[in-house]
């Protein structure tokens, strides 16, 4: 065989044993080849022809160039995402007419742009990912002069610091662009001003500090979170925004931005921010101020725009702001709102009046603020379903607040000083009642230092879960849960400092979720079968439990907790086999002990699941002694009962023989 055949012998194996090595390496599915995290350093050139999907990802690739993907044509979606990949040479793309997701994301692709090499054109591509590549400003004008058809873009996670109007004059049919994670802290006016199809804009976690002249008509999703912003201003025009959804959250904004006049909203996030008043004049006047120092020469100027109209809005949240206040007339237009959160602000009062009714709430989140007045007139908040109140310290409440409530299932009222009104209470009283509220499900009345609990406090109201955890000294009537028997499916009477508990549990047959830890209890007693299927008596003083109780709660008990109780190893046999045997799942298994007697009259603790018969023979050997000791105690007292009886008949006897 002479060299040139020798050769060409060797270039045809060397090409077999690649494609073997390249087959056996990916794995190919139809038309699609998955080749990500086997530490390839090059494309595989022996892939079948015609694939669809090439997923490179998570390997050490550092340079494209053409002679290999060349022979790909018909790739549709690329996958490069977690390479080293620091140079890509211009034109690579060109010959790939039928590709149309790319994703470059998380390589060195600042190394390439340094270069100031177009990597386009990107003729077919809609769907390219550059985030997490160390992009500076410019830097993504390589990647994006030539793509006509790019509608998602995502540029998250590089260090982009300025926005220009060429920086995307090569992709005008973008719809989605995301620029979350940068270091953005300007925009030049016009940036998006040619994109009429762009729809979603993320500029989250930047460093943007205003925007005084949004006029982006056809946006419907606006992401602004995260930044240092002070204000919002959109431009004073007739004509009908199409935003939908706006998220401000997490800047420094101190007044309510000033919307479009026409506008579609139906989610704004303002929470997190340093809002002092829902009032948009201060915003306007600080714009003054700005531009009266030529600070904002260009900015537009409007005026007080206190009752802005939003009458699509569903979703409201002010969270987290500095708020003393919120006048019902703010309320007027927010027809459709279902969804308003104010919470931890500086509320004192809250008023709902028929001016403003919020007809269709359905959540109002109160909580944690300063409430000293709550007022809901007559007829208002009719569909509201959960109201959160709790963290107010709320004392004094109409009896009959909630009463008034038609579609309430779910109240919040943790970390009030809350009291409760039984069922035949003065409607003068100073407490409320949450009896014969017939739609309420779910009530929380933990840390109320509530002292007594009254009978039939929830007679009317189909409780599903009551949680009156945590209030020490809680008094809690016999009859207190009459009416919830058909109805309750979890109590918690958590750290309550309950010494006994007189209620029947077994009496409420759908109960499944019983809380009792961190009480007193020495005992606990149910008097016939029980639907109980998670039991918490952590941390109490139970020394055993009975075995009628046992016997109530065997069948139906999945799950027991019991730690961090006296328990005596040698009055609990039932207990300890439920144990041994895994009958009833014991999550805390390992730190449940109990206690016994050794030879030296020493008590000694031991895991429940290490009890054997032979650490109670003793007391048992006891036991039987004294019971033996007892039995012959009583035996000579009858005997000498007897002895005495005859003794004194015989007396008689006698006495009257002498007589006659």
Not at 624 to 630: E, M, P, Q, Y
């Amino acid at each position: 065989m002479g060299p040139c055949l020798w050769l060409l012998f060797f270039l045809t194996v060397k090409e077999v044993a690649a494609f073997v090595h390249s087959q056996q390496l990916c794995q190919v599915l139809q038309k699609d080849a998955y080749c990500s995290d086997l530490n390839l350093t090059s494309i595989p050139p022996q892939l079948p022809s015609g694939i669809h999907t090439l997923d490179l990802s998570r390997n050490f690739l550092q340079n494209l160039t053409e002679d290999v993907l060349f022979s790909y044509p018909t790739i549709q979606q690329l996958n490069l995402h977690s390479n080293r990949i620091q140079f890509i040479q211009p034109g690579f793309f060109q010959n790939m007419t039928h590709l149309q997701v790319l994703d470059l994301s998380k390589n060195l692709l600042h190394l390439n742009a340094a270069l100031k090499s177009h990597v386009g054109p990107l003729a077919t591509v809609w769907n390219l990912d550059l985030s997490g590549n160390g992009l500076y400003t410019d830097m993504s004008d390589y990647f994006l002069q030539d793509a006509p058809f790019l509608t998602n873009l995502s540029l998250n996670g590089n260090s982009i610091t300025k926005l220009g109007k060429e920086t995307f004059s090569g992709c005008l049919s973008l719809r989605n662009i995301n620029l979350h994670n940068n270091v953005i802290l300007e925009i030049e006016e016009g940036t998006f001003d040619s994109l009429k199809d762009l729809t979603e804009l993320d500029l989250s976690m930047n460093s943007i500090s205003c925007i005084n002249d949004f006029n982006l008509f056809s946006l419907k999703l606006l992401n602004l979170s995260k930044n240092s912003m002070t204000s919002f201003q959109s431009i004073d025009s007739d004509k009908e925004f199409e935003l939908l959804h706006l998220d401000l959250r997490e800047n420094k904004i101190h007044y309510f931005p000033i919307l479009p006049s026409c506008n579609k909203l139906i989610y704004l996030d303002l929470s997190r921010n340093q809002l002092r008043s829902v009032n948009s004049t201060g915003a306007a006047e600080e714009l003054q101020y700005l531009r009266d120092k030529e600070e904002l020469t260009h900015a537009p100027l409007r005026g007080s725009n206190y009752h802005q109209q939003l009458p699509n809005l569903f979703y409201l949240d002010l969270s987290y702001n500095h708020l003393k206040e919120v006048p019902p007339d703010f309320f007027r237009s927010m027809v459709c709102l279902e969804t308003l959160n104010i919470s931890n602000n500086c509320l004192s009062t809250f008023i709902v009046d028929p001016e403003s009714p919020l007809n269709a709430v359905k959540t109002l989140d109160l909580s944690f603020n300063s409430l000293q007045n709550l007022t809901f007139s007559g007829g208002t908040l009719q569909s509201l379903d959960t109201l959160y109140l709790q963290g107010n310290s709320l004392s004094n409440l109409d009896s009959g607040f909630f009463s008034g409530l038609p579609s309430i299932t779910s109240l919040h009222l943790q970390l009030n000083e809350l009291s409760v009104c039984g069922l035949q209470e003065d409607q003068t009283s100073n407490c409320v009642f949450l009896s014969s509220i017939p739609t309420l499900q779910y009530l929380y009345l933990s840390e109320n230092n509530l002292l007594s609990l009254p009978a039939h406090a929830f007679q009317g109201s189909p409780l599903l879960i009551l949680d009156l955890s945590l209030n020490p000294g809680l008094e809690i009537s016999e009859q207190a849960l009459s009416g919830l028997e058909r109805s309750l499916t979890y109590l918690s009477l958590k750290g309550d400092q309950l010494e006994m508990h007189s209620m029947d549990l077994s009496l409420l047959r759908s109960l499944r979720v019983v809380d009792l830890s961190s009480n007193q209890l020495t005992s606990l007693s149910l008097s016939k079968n029980s639907g109980i299927e998670i039991l918490n008596l952590q941390n109490n003083s139970l020394m055993f439990l009975e075995d009628h109780t046992l016997t109530a709660l065997e069948g139906m008990l999945k799950t027991l907790y019991i730690s961090f109780n006296p328990l005596s190893c040698c009055v609990n046999t039932r207990l300890i086999k439920w144990a041994q045997q895994a009958s009833v799942d014991i999550p805390d298994i390992t730190m449940v002990t109990c206690q016994y007697r050794n030879d030296n009259e020493e008590n000694v603790e031991i895991n429940l699941r290490n009890v054997k018969p032979e650490h109670c023979e003793i007391l048992n050997s006891k036991v039987l002694v004294i019971s033996i000791i007892a039995v012959l105690v009583l035996g000579l007292m009858v005997v000498l009962l007897v002895a005495i009886k005859l003794c004194h008949s015989r007396s008689h006897r006698f006495n009257h023989s002498y007589k006659a």
